[in-house]
């Protein structure tokens, strides 16, 4: 029982470590210009960006369903209107990423793209038996609609060219995703690296699971994703997972490239890629191996 437990006390701190405190969505921030036509719509604690176009805007994630109204106001507050959003996009099929997602389409008539995995639970309103978190997740609103993204396509809405990086783990069906924004004469690559914690519910073993037997394969295919994407602004489902808020005072206390670190998305799966290592051990200790 005590070993069983401090699993799943390292999963906590896993949580803890990558997503901050408070992984709530209670916190509105204002909408804020990351760079060019790159804004972050989410909470202090939950991410959503807007890449815009004149001719439509795509969506990634959706926060939780209470979320969707503080993401629509966001847009509106930019000056965009939000049937001009013509995509949304997802990085895993949680409640606190996809749970707006479908008041948000219904108001602005998006369509829906992810992973086929992902596809499939959004369509069910929950994740399925092979997600780390069954146990623990929270069912959704389940969407008539998904379209299914495969591994390395690229999206065109308009000027906006996104493309999808499956990066299963965290969820079987996580996918990253990718774009080019410019600035005037500063351009940057984003990233929005899906979240590449190994968090489970009680008694999820990733190193021999037999509801997701791909866990470590899967993970360390994303880590070596996530490592070598070209990347100079990180951004990340949890906003603390990447330090947004620390980066954004730093540009508003006049450093202006703050937001540019040309390794964050190495250190981002490095950093991950030492604690799944040590969650495996753990795991092979529990077992006594």
């Known amino acids: 029982m005590t070993r069983k437990k401090t699993v799943d006390t390292v999963s906590w701190m896993l949580i803890a470590l990558f997503c901050g405190d408070s992984i709530s969505a209670s916190s509105a921030e204002p909408p804020v210009r990351l760079l060019g036509n790159t804004y972050y719509v989410g909470t ?16 990634i994630d959706g926060g939780t369903a209470d979320m969707a109204p503080l993401i629509v106001d966001n847009i509106r507050k930019l000056g965009f209107k939000l049937t001009d959003v013509r995509t949304i996009v997802v990085s895993h099929a949680h409640h606190d990423h996809v749970g ?141 997972s990447s330090n947004l808020w620390q980066r954004l005072a730093q540009r508003d206390a006049g450093k202006v490239d703050a937001l540019v670190d040309t390794n964050a998305c190495r250190n981002y799966s490095n950093r991950s890629r030492t604690a799944f290592d040590k969650r495996i051990e753990q795991e092979r200790q529990i077992r006594g191996e």
């Open 44 to 59: 202090r604690d939950l991410s959503s960006i807007l890449i815009t176009s004149d001719e439509g805007h795509v969506l």
């Open 100 to 240: 707006g997602v479908a008041e948000i389409a219904q108001l602005s008539g998006a369509k829906i793209v992810a992973s086929r995995s992902a596809a499939d639970a959004l369509r069910k309103g929950r994740g399925g038996e092979d997600d780390p978190q069954f146990a623990l997740g929270e069912a959704f609103p389940a969407l008539e609609k998904v379209n299914p993204i495969r591994d390395g396509e690229t999206l065109q809405v308009g000027l906006v060219a996104i493309t999808g990086h499956s990066t299963p783990g965290h969820t079987p069906g996580g996918m990253s995703w990718s774009w080019y924004s410019c600035e005037k004469l500063r351009c940057a690559y984003f990233v929005y690296a899906d979240e590449l914690t190994a968090v489970g519910a009680e008694g999820f073993r990733f190193s021999d699971s037999t509801r997701y037997r791909r866990a470590v394969r899967d993970f360390q295919w994303s880590f070596y994703i996530v490592r070598n994407l070209r990347c100079d602004i990180l951004l990340t489902p949890h906003p603390a």
